[in-house]
């Protein structure tokens, strides 16, 4: 009908869009995860002791700020781009100036307690509140691309791919050996997938085993009637 927006068919695009979206978004975490504990105690001269206990603090907070942006997106209006879109779109800014601010060497010399303040602030920021922002309206979104749950199969699947990927490309910086074993998870991943989309287009084969056994019986009743 004129007038009516016409919505594009789901495809590979969509499932590639979302593998380098989550490729991008678990770059940035994966770098966090492994080597934040390492640059604040070695750079920074911060105890891990205390760098451990902000991590855990964020944990605990990442428990309420993950439930009140799911809240937010919930009760956001939709737009042009949806209702999880245009927060991906406020928050790409301030999360990459906080991954930003987090390794920050030229801060070693400030005193102790000043690195500490600006260890908690800044990495609260970044994890609990602006990657809370995009990491819950991105994983929203795959119920927003497309109704069918086999669709979103796939793109849960090309998801895991882009954090694998991520994690490889990571990975590969330092261990060369951590990267082939995790490049060959990679390709068994796509394997699997490309396989269980086949298995599932196969038609079932015919059933001789049924038609054997009623020729047989047949062959039966005609033997007993002559």
């Avoid at 964020?58 to 993950?66: C, E, L």
């Avoid at 269980?196 to 020729?215: G, H, L, N, W």
């Amino acid at each position: 009908m004129t007038g009516q927006k016409q919505v594009k068919p789901f495809g590979i695009k969509d499932k590639l869009g979302y593998l380098f979206g989550d490729f991008g978004n678990d770059f940035t975490f994966i770098l966090s995860s492994s080597f934040l504990l390492k640059f604040y105690t070695d750079v920074m001269g911060v105890e891990a002791a205390v760098v451990g206990i902000v991590m855990m603090v964020a944990r605990f907070v990442d428990a309420f700020t993950d439930v009140a942006m799911g809240r937010i997106c919930d009760r956001s209006k939709h737009t042009a781009h949806g209702k999880f879109k245009p927060w991906i779109r406020r928050m790409c800014g301030p999360v990459a100036i906080a991954s930003f601010l987090i390794y920050q060497s030229s801060l070693a010399g400030l005193p102790m307690a000043a690195k500490i303040a600006y260890l908690f602030v800044t990495y609260i920021l970044w994890g609990s509140v602006f990657y809370t922002s995009i990491n819950i309206p991105y994983g929203s979104m795959a119920s927003a691309i497309s109704e069918d749950p086999g669709d979103r199969q796939s793109l849960s699947t090309f998801r895991t791919m882009g954090g694998m990927l991520a994690g490889a490309v990571v990975w590969g910086l330092l261990h060369e050996d951590r990267f082939i074993a995790l490049e060959n998870r990679i390709a068994d991943r796509i394997v699997a997938f490309f396989r269980s989309r086949r298995a599932d287009r196969t038609p079932e084969p015919p059933k001789e085993k049924a038609v054997v056994k009623s020729e047989s019986e047949f062959a039966w009743y005609s033997s007993y009637v002559a």
